[in-house]
């Protein structure tokens, strides 16, 4: 396992959308333990998709106090109701902003085996959940704030 850089914009990388990974494998299982370390090990750090640390897969991982999360071509199949919510990023350091997100998610993934997961999502793990993936299809919270915090 290694602690890899966090990618900050104006990154172009950030603005990429990522690729579905074909077959979990053992490069797949060791990027996912890189990103984990990595979120660990970063102040205020919830969750990590691929491209903050530089790789174009739909790749994930997070931990909202309930363990390691990790996910691997994760998609939204299921939204309901709407939260405001504080967010910040580890790829746009010391920055926070109201954001509007659905209160409930259900998110399709494969595991780091492989295997096929359903999870549902509320309040915050639902706020991370959609935040994650929204960095796979390149779009960052600060393209969704409806208003700037000053977090002191």
Excluded at 42 to 63: C, E, I, T
Aim: glycine share 8%.
């Amino acid at each position: 396992m290694a602690i890899r850089e966090i990618r900050t914009l104006p990154d172009p990388i950030l603005r990429k959308k990522c690729k579905a990974v074909p077959k979990v494998d053992d490069d797949i299982r060791s990027l996912l333990a890189d990103m984990a370390e990595t979120m660990y090990a970063s102040p205020n750090g919830a969750g990590l998709a691929a491209n903050q640390v530089g790789v174009l897969k739909r790749l994930v991982v997070l931990d909202m106090g309930q363990g390691l999360i990790q996910l691997v071509n994760p998609r939204i199949v299921h939204r309901e109701g709407k939260q405001e919510v504080l967010e910040g990023c580890l790829s746009l350091p010391g920055r926070w902003g109201k954001v509007v997100r659905p209160k409930i998610v259900t998110v399709e993934a494969l595991d780091q085996n492989g295997a096929p997961l359903r999870l549902v999502g509320t309040g915050d793990l639902a706020k991370c959940f959609c935040h994650e993936i929204d960095h796979l299809d390149g779009i960052l919270f600060c393209d969704r704030v409806i208003q700037w915090v000053a977090m002191e």
